[in-house]
Each structure stands twice: as C-alpha cells, then as structure tokens.
C-alpha cells in the first residue's frame, strides 16, 4: 500500500487545543534561544485577544501533533504576530505561509485593519515569506534582537487589510 497522498496534503491549520502547547513549547525551543514552556503558552492563550493557530497534516493517519504554529494578539481593530515557528524538520514545505494566510484570513473576518510583526532584518526566509503575503516595512528597531544573526536590528513590519 502506497501513501504517496499522505506527504502531498497541505496541512490543515485550527485552532490550538491546550494537550498541543507542551508540542508547540518544543517547537518554540527548537527555533529560538528565549524558550517558552507550556505554561508560558497556557497564561498566553487564557489572555484575551489572543489566538494560537498550529498546522497539523492532513491526513487521518498521521499524527495529531501540530508542523508549526502561529500566535496572534487582537486589540481593538489592530493585531500582531507575537510569534511564529515551523518545526525544524518540516521547514521549507510551505508552512509557515499557510499558518499565515489562515491567521490574515481570521483577522480578516473580524474586521481588522491592520497586522504588525518584528523580524530580524537578517532573517531572510522570514522576509522573503512577509513579503510576498504584501507586508512592507513601517520602522526599525536597532539592537533589538541580541541573539540576531546580523547587528540585532528589527523590521516593523504591517499589512492593510482592509
């Protein structure tokens, strides 16, 4: 038996349930220095205005545990990405673009005006990726980012969306 389809599925992306944040926590420390554990996560998705969205494969036998996930913050009719993160092993498969769309679609959908992120202006998949879903830079941060590949500086980034 063959399961060529089950590697070909975009992933699905919802809505983070609770038993998902010891996972998203992992993914969290495999992608940055400044770890959050799933307590952190917890005391974050319990704040209001706050979303936590995973992607998840497709397929019903594969596993449950989320590829990525994405944290948004609302606050009246503005919000940001507070992070981002794709596991290591599943970079490059489209995921944090898909993780993306889903959370402008959700922001979409609840009126919002505007999406802001911060990115290391050394980061460029991370650009490359903002960009094409037509963010464009607002502000710069110096030194914000000390464990930043370049000189630490942050891109503020926004999307219009309305």
Not at 61 to 77: E, H, N, W
Not at 83 to 88: F, S
Request: net charge positive.
């Amino acid at each position: 038996m063959s399961f060529w389809w089950f590697w070909t599925q975009p992933p699905v992306v919802e809505e983070a349930l609770d038993e998902d944040l010891p996972k998203i926590a992992d993914i969290h420390a495999g992608s940055f220095k400044n770890k959050w554990n799933a307590e952190d996560l917890a005391r974050m998705k319990a704040q209001e205005g706050t979303t936590i969205l995973v992607a998840r494969r497709a397929s019903p036998y594969g596993t449950r545990a989320p590829l990525g996930f994405l944290i948004l913050r609302k606050v009246a009719d503005e919000a940001e990405v507070i992070t981002i993160a794709v596991h290591p092993r599943q970079r490059g498969r489209g995921i944090g673009k898909k993780l993306m769309e889903a959370g402008l679609f959700r922001l979409y959908g609840e009126r919002c005006s505007h999406l802001f992120l911060e990115v290391d202006a050394a980061n460029e998949a991370a650009l490359l990726l903002y960009r094409g879903l037509g963010f464009r830079e607002v502000g710069q941060r110096k030194g914000y980012y000390s464990a930043g590949e370049g000189d630490g500086t942050a891109l503020v980034m926004r999307i219009d969306l309305r």
